[in-house]
């Protein structure tokens, strides 16, 4: 973890930021925090979790500074405001029989009392906090089972500390139904695979981990505090929803769903409890504007589908509806607040929407349209739709990318120059690196930081390793991040200067999967992994053929390498031979780790984890062809692309993969 530098305080310019950002902000209306505060039950003092070893997976008292009302200059004080109001902790009674446990994680775990136990929805992002939320839960509420457990949604944080939950299931009832909305499985557990090391990484840039609590860095997730460690795991449902309006009856309380694919996450529902006159819409609301395009890297998502569900729940339920909880945040009471509320989401939604594509229509440019879109006064002045998350500028840029892609129709754009081409040739324009350092100092001092940061771009283009210019540009990424309202942004900026600082850390091996995910991947999808990390120039030199026998599997499924890349079913038309001379017999868990590279085909077989019968050497080759993902590569530095295998790490030998790291 980094540590946080008291000699590098905000500039004048970030404080003047804040004061006249604070003069537009309605820091009168206080209503949320008495909301956030309500209905408490229980605060043993703020949490802090330990996994099985003693490592800590959560603290919450790292974030006692934030008792502060006043936000410091380091911080935007719409994004401390969200900060303070995520802090609170607990179990909160909702309404009759509706309790949520919140400070536990970034997301909170909702509990409906039914009428023999619990019924979980969203067991948080680890089996400890999981762990621990349901303890407090059984304290002040009673030791029964549970009976049902409903994800809402198909990210981390709504599934990840499922099997705590089932060790709690009642007994002699059977399987414990687990309720999802259909898609849950497969985009739970390959959404973070295929382009996994990538997204990891920036994972880490998006939430901070490595940023120590603090004015001068980590200060909230916005969708809560921060994401838990721990041990991550998933459980496939055993019933799904995939129509809007389905009733389901669970454990003595009425469900009436709604199905919303495609908005906040690609496997979503919402529902209403009519009997208990309550409204779950998951994280398809929240108490901030949301990403239409998440920085991690996922795909976009769809801001007119988003906004229907939200004006199809305003119609269908907030009529039926007293309160209405969510994922994250903390609740709305009264039907005026709740439609107000959802109102406000889907014209926020609607209005990014058309706007883009307005001034799209008009020829411009998604950059320029980012800088010329405005909230009118009535949604800009909502507390629940500021920009503490999602910001209104990557989310119009998203609008566009769904619509129109990556190029803006201008042919300058349409083959630019990579990174350190261009910045060879704006240097020289410049007349070399010390006038564009000057010029990066000259923007620096005057509190231009976003023309400072594009000068050194170039440089470090250039010359990654120039440290004055890592320097300077770390200071210039810290004053835009204490200008962030959203802790995204703010935490993208702070782990690039501190990385620019200090270095990457050491590698965290993208085979740091959890293994309730490895095995829950079906086998095309692992297949394709091996497909992925196939390096391309490096294969067209070999034709191979194999067969890949999984247990469970119905067929087995034939491999064949060709023209540089991996195709694989389960017909014979995949390569041109039967596939039968090189056979690899083993089950999903091992397959798995084959395919992110946790284990070698040496330790699989040495292991009794995996047979091979028939004429090795076509395995051993390709293998041997097989890319290695760490993800310890350069963000805030342009990353210089290699043909053959990945930047500043050769493609390893027969073998030559790395060992399953810890972490998730």
């Known amino acids: 973890m980094s540590v946080n530098h008291p000699d590098r305080p905000a500039s004048e310019f970030t404080a003047r930021w804040h004061r006249e ?14 909301d956030a505060a309500r209905g ?59 309790y949520q446990v919140r400070g536990y994680d970034i997301a909170n775990m909702t509990v409906v009392v039914g009428d023999r136990g619990y019924i979980v929805i969203d067991p948080l992002t680890s089996t400890e906090t999981a762990t621990a939320a349901l303890r407090l839960v059984r304290e002040h509420l009673g030791d029964r089972p549970v009976t049902a457990l409903l994800h809402t949604h198909c990210h981390v944080d709504h599934f990840g500390g499922a099997r705590a939950v089932l060790e709690h299931a009642a007994p002699g009832d059977g399987p414990l139904p687990v309720i999802a909305p259909r898609g849950f499985h497969e985009h739970a557990v390959t959404e973070h695979v295929h382009a996994g090391a990538a997204m990891s990484r920036r994972s880490g840039y998006m939430f901070g981990p490595r940023l120590a609590p603090g004015p001068l860095g980590h200060v909230t997730a916005s969708l809560g505090v921060s994401i838990a460690r721990g041990t991550t795991t998933v459980v496939e449902p055993t019933h799904v929803i995939d129509a809007t309006g389905t009733e389901m009856t669970i454990d003595g309380v009425e469900f009436v769903f709604q199905y919303a694919p495609d908005s906040e996450a690609p496997a979503e529902m919402n529902f209403l409890l009519p009997g208990l006159r309550a409204l779950c819409m998951a994280e398809t609301v929240s108490q901030q504007m949301h990403n239409l395009y998440t920085l991690r890297g996922a795909q976009v998502r769809d801001a007119l589908k988003w906004s229907g569900y939200i004006d199809e729940a305003l119609r269908m339920f907030a009529p039926h509806a007293e309160v209405m909880f969510i994922s994250h945040h903390w609740p709305t009471w009264g039907r005026e607040n709740i439609a107000r509320l959802l109102r406000m989401h889907s014209d926020l939604y609607r209005y990014i929407h058309d706007e883009t594509l307005r001034l799209a229509n008009h020829g411009h440019t998604p950059t320029e349209i980012a800088e010329m ?54 240097l020289d324009l410049i007349g070399g690196t010390e006038p564009a350092l000057e010029a990066a100092r000259a923007a620096h001092g005057r509190g231009d930081y976003r023309w400072g940061a594009e000068l050194l771009r170039h440089v470090l283009a250039v010359d990654p390793a120039h440290e004055g210019a890592r320097l300077l540009q770390a200071a210039v990424f810290e004053q835009l991040g204490y200008q962030a309202e959203s802790a995204a942004w703010r935490n993208f900026y702070l782990v690039g200067a501190d990385e620019l600082r200090h270095g990457v850390p050491d590698g965290r091996s993208f085979t740091a999967i959890s293994p309730d995910l490895l095995v829950g991947m079906p086998v095309p999808a692992m297949l394709d992994l091996l497909a992925i990390r ?47 001379h090189t056979v690899l017999r083993l089950d999903r868990a091992a397959l798995g780790a084959f395919a992110c590279g946790a284990s070698s085909l040496d330790a699989l077989v040495d292991g009794g984890r995996a047979v091979v019968m028939g004429d090795r050497s076509r395995l051993d080759t390709f293998e041997g062809l097989l890319d290695r993902f760490t993800g310890d590569f350069e963000v805030a530095v342009t990353n210089a692309p290699r043909p053959d295998g990945p930047a500043g790490a050769p493609v390893p030998e027969p073998g030559g993969v790395p060992a399953a790291a810890g972490g998730r």
């Open 40 to 98: 408490l039950v229980a605060a043993d003092g703020p949490p802090v979790v330990r996994d099985d070893s003693g490592h800590v997976v959560w603290d919450l008292t790292a974030y006692d500074f934030l008792r502060e009302e006043e936000a410091p200059d380091t911080v935007h004080p719409s994004l401390w405001r969200m900060a303070r109001l995520n802090r609170h902790h607990g179990l909160f009674r909702v309404t009759d029989r509706v």
């Open 373 to 426: 879109v405005t909230l009118p006064p009535q949604l800009a002045g909502h507390w629940a739709n500021r920009g503490c998350y999602g910001t209104l500028n990557h989310n119009v840029k998203a609008v566009y990318q769904r619509y129109l892609g990556w190029f803006d129709g201008n042919p300058a754009t349409l083959h630019p120059l990579p990174p350190a081409e261009a910045g060879r040739r704006y």
């Open 534 to 580: 196939l390096v391309g120039l490096r294969a067209s030199a070999h034709d191979l053929c194999f067969t890949f026998e999984v247990a469970g599997e119905p067929e087995p499924h034939r491999l064949a390498v060709g023209n540089g890349v991996l195709r694989h079913g389960t017909d014979g038309g995949v390569c041109g031979c039967d596939g039968a």
């Open 21 to 34: 950002a604070l003069r537009s902000l309605p820091m009168e209306d206080r209503s949320a925090f008495a």
